[in-house]
């Protein structure tokens, strides 16, 4: 089992490599690793008191799986996202500062687009499409990019949009 040790931290090189599709005789490894991300994500949250979504290179696993755990009044959601492929990118934009488990102290102010269509197989290697837009998209937009060995550094907006987060209380 994977823990907090194991997630990959700014400036390692294999946060910055492009990810290969899973393949389906690979099925029976994703629940192995959905576990290791629902795991550490767990612990970022505890530890730092955010975490909606992880992708699959940030604990060196170098394939194309996203997993989140989203909040909801009903409930905690887990989805899981195999070899995703967007569509319809909105041509509008919305700013935001946004997090990274692999540096989870600084914030980066970055664009995005606000709605999109994911395509993508689930954990069943089930065809699925999901229409999202505003935090959701955002969030999907951010996971996606660490598949194809994009930081949300990377996609600052200028050389002013990079700030701290405050620490939170360990007590």
Known sequence: MKTLNDLLQLGDPRLYEVCEPVQENELPMVKEWVADLHNVME?????????????????????????????????????????????????????????CMSFPNLLVKVKRHQSLTIKYLDENWQPKVWKVEG?????????????????????????????????????
């Not at 799986?65 to 070899?83: C, F, Q, V, W």
């Not at 930081?151 to 007590?171: E, G, H, V, Y």
């Open 135 to 171: 935090a959701i998209s955002e969030l999907l937009q951010h996971e996606f990019d660490h598949l194809e060995g994009i930081l949300c550094t990377m996609r600052a907006i200028d050389n002013q949009s990079f700030k701290w987060r405050p620490t939170p209380d360990s007590n």
């Open 43 to 99: 612990k970022i949250r505890a530890k730092y008191k955010f975490g909606r979504g992880i992708a699959a290179p940030q604990l060196g696993i170098m394939k194309r799986l996203i997993y989140l755990n989203l909040n909801t009044p009903s409930g905690s959601i887990p989805y899981i996202i195999i070899n995703p492929v967007f569509e319809n990118l909105s041509e509008e934009l919305f700013e935001l500062w946004d997090d």
